[in-house]
């Protein structure tokens, strides 16, 4: 039995489109580990009624396989990649590791272009000096 199956009843009659894009996910995350679902997949997109929700599980499938691929380094256990990425285990982060707004590239920085002008500022609205004689 599958990780997939442990964690989800295949045996379904309908989907809602929410649970369809996280089983979609938890097939991607699944076939990046090393065990294939397609014919699950398949089905789950056949229940889709419109080339949009469709396309949200084909997505949603994508997602899994990439987010896996990026956890899994050959150290890691695939256990502890499906518990981090489907079973949603509490991951706890260090506030001293999460950047700051300081850290941001200045590329990035809002700068001054996002500033608020003054309130009386008619700046903008006055003749061009040029014009001037």
Not at 6 to 29: H, N, P, Q, S
Not at 58 to 85: C, H, I, M, Q, T
Not at 86 to 92: G, H, N, S, Y
Request: glycine fraction near 6%.
């Amino acid at each position: 039995m599958s990780r997939y199956e442990r964690e989800f009843d295949t045996g379904w009659d309908t989907l809602d489109k929410d649970d369809a894009t996280t089983r979609a996910y938890a097939i991607g995350v699944a076939e990046r580990l090393g065990e294939g679902n397609r014919e699950e997949l398949e089905a789950i997109c056949d229940e889709m009624d419109s080339a949009y929700h469709r396309s949200m599980v084909e997505l949603a499938y994508e997602e899994g396989r990439n987010e896996a691929k990026a956890a899994a380094d050959p150290d890691s256990d695939a256990d502890a990649v499906w518990a981090e990425l489907v079973q949603d285990e509490v991951t706890t982060v260090d506030p001293d590791a999460v950047p700051g707004r300081d850290s941001l590239p200045e590329a990035l920085d809002s700068g001054e272009l996002l500033d608020r002008q003054g309130v009386d500022s008619t700046e903008r609205v006055d003749r061009p000096d040029f014009l001037d004689r």
